[in-house]
């Protein structure tokens, strides 16, 4: 690897290398970058503050009319509970469930913190904005 140090005119030290050592370097930085990332995700799910789904469970959220509808039934929460927790009425969120209506955001927060995910797990494209 070719190496050149010198300084802007300014006085900053710099160092010139070959485009394909540069591009190595990069690599190796998102590999590292990447470990880390891989890492904090095994740690997450190790404290269970992360929850990996089967494959089971994926087919069930696929055939699940909403995420929602998957949530609240892995739970196993009450449509009256979980209609309280999240203020709304027992048929709002019934309707919800059935992808047959949407909600506020603050709607979706409440429901997510309940069932302890994330909102964006439970809001169908292009609602509660």
């Given at each position: 690897m070719t190496i050149v140090r010198t300084k802007t005119?300014?006085?900053?030290?710099?160092?010139?290398?070959?485009e394909a050592d540069f591009e190595r370097l990069v690599a190796l930085a998102?590999?590292?970058?990447?470990?880390?990332?891989?890492?904090?995700?095994?740690?997450?799910?190790?404290?269970?503050?992360d929850e990996a789904l089967s494959e089971a469970d994926l087919d069930a959220l696929r055939r699940a009319p909403t995420a929602l509808a998957f949530w609240r039934a892995?739970?196993?929460v009450t449509?009256?509970?979980l209609a309280s927790l999240g203020g709304i009425s027992e048929p709002v969120l019934s309707a919800m469930e059935r992808g047959e209506r949407t909600a506020d955001i603050i709607v979706y927060r409440a429901l997510a913190g309940a069932l302890g995910v994330d909102p964006e797990d439970l809001i169908?494209?292009?609602?509660?904005?």
């Open positions: 005119p300014s006085g900053d030290a710099i160092v010139i290398l070959p998102e590999d590292a970058t990447d470990a880390r990332t891989l890492q904090a995700s095994r740690n997450r799910l190790a404290s269970g503050a892995r739970r196993g449509l009256t509970a169908p494209d292009g609602a509660g904005t």
